[in-house]
């Protein structure tokens, strides 16, 4: 086995041990008082985030001190080695006890991620992907659908707040013409279900920051077939802030990617 690949099976193996500590830590705070404050951008953080993402601090000071964490409470180092977390996707609905959170994990080197984990608490369902080694659920194969846009038999995602840098409310009206379109409150939850084929496609406004809910997805939906790009169709690194993304089943992307240039034609890109 090349060197490569010894490693990153051995960053896997990392990442999926951090996954199951995350897994209790948000299990015991979805049952109890989970601490929900606001921070200063109006969203909300938990007692679970942060016991999550300093965790993950610990473990790679230990393991990896050479190593860097860019996690979405709390960063740690500077490396071409970088673990990108969000330990709580979906806050949310996770503060008022709706169950469609999850934890997401990758390790992000020059800016691709190469090893990505994702773990939803409630169902027990865990994802993972390792760069050119395919996308797994529970250690079976997953693959994305290859559904066309073509009226009301798809499900896709999109996420959309107020204060996001793009307004992609009309690209959601006339993607909503061609595909039954749902928020979970989670985008990295929502972008599971496309690696996996229940969806065909999701949306994320994202930026500041924003590369923590998107890293584990890149390696995992593209390694189950899919494409994901900023909202322009353009590969982007996710060691920083990102602009935006759309997730999909690849053969949906240069459609999704042609209808928000529409309406974004006037931003920079």
Aim: glycine residues 6%.
């Amino acid at each position: 086995m090349k060197g490569s690949e010894y490693m990153n099976k051995e960053y896997l193996e990392f990442a999926k041990d951090i996954a199951l500590k995350a897994k209790e830590i948000m299990l015991k705070y979805f049952y109890e008082d989970n601490g929900s404050t606001y921070k200063e951008d109006n969203t909300i953080v938990t007692k679970a985030d942060k016991e999550i993402n300093s965790y993950l601090i610990e473990k790679v000071k230990e393991k990896y001190p050479d190593h860097s964490v860019d996690g979405e409470e709390e960063q740690f180092g500077e490396s071409k080695y970088v673990w990108v977390c969000d330990p709580v996707d979906g806050t949310a609905m996770y503060s008022r006890h709706i169950p469609t959170a999850v934890f997401s994990l990758a390790l992000v080197i020059d800016g691709k991620p190469e090893v990505g984990v994702v773990l939803d608490p409630f169902t027990n369902n865990i994802y993972t992907a390792i760069k050119g080694e395919g996308a797994y659920k529970n250690n079976e194969l997953i693959h994305v659908n290859n559904n066309i846009l073509d009226g009301k038999r798809n499900f896709a995602n999109f996420d959309v707040w107020p204060t996001a840098e793009y307004d992609i409310h009309d690209a959601i009206k006339e993607l909503g013409q061609k595909t039954w379109l749902v928020d979970l409150g989670s985008v990295i939850r929502a972008s599971m279900c496309v690696a996996s084929g229940e969806f065909c496609f999701s949306i994320f406004p994202g930026t500041e920051h924003k590369n923590c809910d998107i890293a584990a997805v890149k390696i995992i939906v593209e390694e189950a077939g899919g494409k994901v790009t900023d909202l322009f169709g353009n590969e982007q690194r996710y060691d920083k802030s990102i602009n935006g993304a759309i997730i999909s089943n690849y053969i949906t992307h240069e459609e999704i990617v042609t209808i928000i240039k529409k309406y974004l034609n006037n931003l920079n890109n």
